[in-house]
């Protein structure tokens, strides 16, 4: 079983960054297309960003092109998400996901994700 840990949460103005952090226990992380979700109070999750094992390919969702980058560290076993210009709307809690290594590619949709971490929370104040 697979286990992610996200990290780097907190409360942050309007215009600030943040770094979020999702270490996963998979040895087999490095063949494991990652994302990230994040889901606000009383709406439904969506898709935030995503990566594939070599870097070479990202998605990103509309609303966070060009301030939201994702990365990873294969040697590290973590995927970041680095938050800049932050808005009020972007206030939700995030969750790293794992697809099971070598079961595909980069994916925007929830349901093909395997593993989910417990989530994170950002608040962003105006």
């Known amino acids: 079983q697979v286990q992610l840990v996200e990290s780097g949460g907190g409360l942050v103005q309007a215009g600030g960054s943040l770094r979020l952090s999702c270490v996963s226990s998979?040895?087999?992380?490095?063949?494991?297309?990652m994302g990230w979700f994040r889901q606000a109070p009383g709406k439904e999750r969506e898709f935030v960003a995503s990566?594939?094992?070599?870097?070479?390919?990202?998605y990103y969702a509309d609303s966070v092109k060009g301030r939201l980058t994702i990365s990873r560290d294969n040697a590290k076993n973590t995927v970041y998400l680095q938050m800049n210009s932050l808005k009020p709307e972007d206030t939700a809690v995030y969750y790293c996901?794992?697809?099971?290594?070598?079961?595909?590619?980069?994916?925007?949709?929830?349901?093909?994700?395997?593993?989910w971490g417990q989530g994170t929370q950002v608040t962003v104040s105006s």
């Open positions: 996901a794992a697809r099971t290594a070598f079961a595909g590619g980069v994916t925007t949709q929830a349901y093909e994700y395997d593993y």
């Open positions: 998979a040895r087999t992380f490095s063949r494991s297309a």
């Open positions: 990566i594939n094992w070599t870097s070479n390919t990202k």
